[in-house]
């Protein structure tokens, strides 16, 4: 179905509940939340994501998309350990986490866009109309979601770094 391998089966039905799960963390606390049962939850599907693209990928970009979606998401969540970066750990970690979400959307998006509904996909191609002002509205998503988190950041106090329940 979709013309998706069973690995390509494997990697998109093990990176998919990292959306949802982003999406909640986004909406509830307004970032990537790390150190939180969804944020575990979050980093195993999005690693299970990154990881099995080098199974599948068949264009050198996804492969470079995948290891840069893996650099940040291992450096969110490992900044916050670096003492000696003080409040700029609070601000790369959700900016870092912030852009693994959008590198989770991009090629999310791109398939989805087109090869949906299967046999007559809404994008027909790269270039299509429809599939290139999804993903121009991603990248204003991406400025405007890291603009109000970077305010957010500034406006907080100390209890930023509070673990949510």
């Known amino acids: 179905m979709f013309g998706i391998s069973p690995l390509g089966w494997l990697h998109t039905l093990g990176s998919l509940p990292a959306i949802p799960l982003a999406l909640w963390m986004l909406a509830r606390h307004g970032r990537i939340v790390p150190r939180s049962g969804a944020g ?11 990881l099995t693209v080098f199974l599948i990928a068949k264009q050198p970009v996804s492969i470079g998309i995948a290891v840069v979606t893996l650099a940040l998401l291992v450096a969110g969540y490992t900044v916050g350990r670096v003492p000696a970066l003080g409040r700029a750990t609070r601000y790369l970690e959700t900016i870092f986490l912030s852009l693994t979400v959008f590198l989770l959307l991009v090629p999310s998006v791109n398939e989805t866009l087109t090869r949906v509904p299967n046999g ?4 027909k191609g790269p270039g299509s109309p429809i599939l ?12 405007i979601g890291l603009t109000a988190q970077i305010l957010h950041l500034r406006r907080s106090g ?3 770094n509070a673990v949510p329940r």
Request: charged share 0%; hydrophobic share 70%; net charge neutral.
């Open 120 to 123: 007559n996909p809404i994008a």
């Open 40 to 50: 575990v939850a979050w980093f195993i599907f999005m690693a299970i994501g990154g």
């Open 132 to 143: 290139l002002g999804a993903l121009g509205t991603l990248v204003v998503l991406l400025v």
């Open 158 to 160: 100390s209890n930023f």
